[in-house]
């Protein structure tokens, strides 16, 4: 969780342990049960996200009135914060969900509960595949798949899991950098995503691929 420290400095919680971390010019640094020492902002050690909370939510306040009248929806990349507490204002603010750029840090998000999530690249492996699932069973979870080859490996996953998943199909719109062509597309839109003997199948939506 985020404090609004006196000095107008503050740092949310570590994204890894969940410890909360605060620095200001006469603040203290709190982990766990107890104050462990007074300390500067710059006694505080890297990574950690230190900033001015004002600016932050107002920030958030004005994306979130830009989109809120829009047909196009705000759906902001975790890996510009990296904290799980600015993604929970991000969606008190109007943000449709969050958008992940890989699997460690969906699994962030879930175990905040934070969701909808959107897993902006493809996974491949069994290993990946499995904690995809186990994650989509604490939040809900949108993976994306350009090929044939990503959509069995989600059936196969699907299965083992007991469960569906919901994809977006990636679209090469020129940049040529991902995203599947027309005709693959195409061919990735009619395939089923099982999971187990049922048969619902995969939620299937478009995603460009040129950056907006």
Known sequence: MAHRARAGIVAAEDPLTGSSIHGG????LTLGRGILSTMKKGDIDTPA???DLDIAEENIR???EYFASRPQKLRPHFKTPK???IARR???AGAI????SKLGEVEVLARAGLGPVLLANQIAGAQKIDRFFAASARIELIGTV?????VRELEAGAARAGRCADVIIEVDTGMHRCGTESVEGHRVSRRDCRAG????TQQAQISRSDGL
């Open 83 to 85: 904290t799980p507490e």
């Open 197 to 200: 003997a049922t048969d619902r």
């Open 25 to 28: 010019r006469r603040n203290h």
């Open 90 to 92: 991000q969606l008190a």
């Open 146 to 150: 350009e090929s044939a080859f990503n």
């Open 97 to 100: 969900g969050i958008t992940a």
């Open 49 to 51: 996200l230190i900033l």
């Open 62 to 64: 004005a994306m979130g």
